[in-house]
């Protein structure tokens, strides 16, 4: 089974989040200001992005292309020059309690909504928040028809598209306690055939990520806090819509949380050490993890 490197699944799951986002409305209703959204908090946030190991592993792929990050005004700039087919000037602007990014119509140039997302992760991480779980709230509110106040998407006459990040203060998400990975989330998954693929599927407090095809695939599923029938329900949509084989008899086998297995298949807790080094996974503080493996 192939293996995906740590920063290509970084970017898989940026460009997955941006065209989700890309993709939601909102009616514009603003969160609660803190006002604490200022130059100052520019300043933190681009510094945490500079020093983000992912965003360096990145530009260590191009080492003939230049890359400039700075503050001016009330905007973060990206700067990037070169011909190694990365290119562009990108401009992520306050506007009151919110860090914007204006995609221009008819654009196809995902790349700043891409280090938007890297943003993103530096905001949570000056706000103090876990970057999953702001990642999988907005994504699970999309799959829920659930207003958000955090991340919105405005699309103007002209077609342009701004996201807005509230980085004024922590974000309220009560709703995290009843999201799953549902039939939307999964509305993009397709069932798995003879070829190697990964993939991965946020939705609120969950993550699965999933690496093989229809005779050997690991789901890996994590959830924050303890796993409960959220991470159950999960699984089991997971593995209706992948339909690996013997996919008939865990549906009708696993009918509870459990570690086990039976034919074709075996669920385990936890992430053991083989398992991490296979596909360079690294475990998160205060994360469950349920392995659910179908093949020999």
Known sequence: MKN???????????????????????????????ST?????????????KADEQYNEYKAMFTNTTFEEKVEGESIILNISGDEGVSGNYEFKLDGDYLTYTQPADSEDYVGYSFFMYLKSAADKYLGMDSNLTTGYVAGCEYFGIDNKYFISETDEAGATTQKLYIAGKWDMPELDTMYVNDKALEYTDALDENDINGVIN????????????NSVDIIVSEYGERNDLTYQSIMNTVAKLQPTNADTFA???????????DGFKVTFGLDDTLKAEHELEEAEGYEYTVVHFGK
């Open 4 to 34: 995906i490197s740590k920063i290509l699944m970084s970017l898989i799951l940026v460009s997955a989040i941006a065209f989700t986002f890309a993709a939601c409305s909102s009616n514009g209703t603003n969160a609660e200001s803190n």
């Open 37 to 49: 959204a200022d130059n100052t908090a520019l300043q933190v946030i681009l510094d945490n992005f």
């Open 203 to 214: 939705c609120g407090k969950i993550r699965v990520i999933y690496y093989g095809n229809k």
């Open 252 to 262: 009708k086998n696993f009918n509870e949380l459990k570690e086990g297995e039976d």
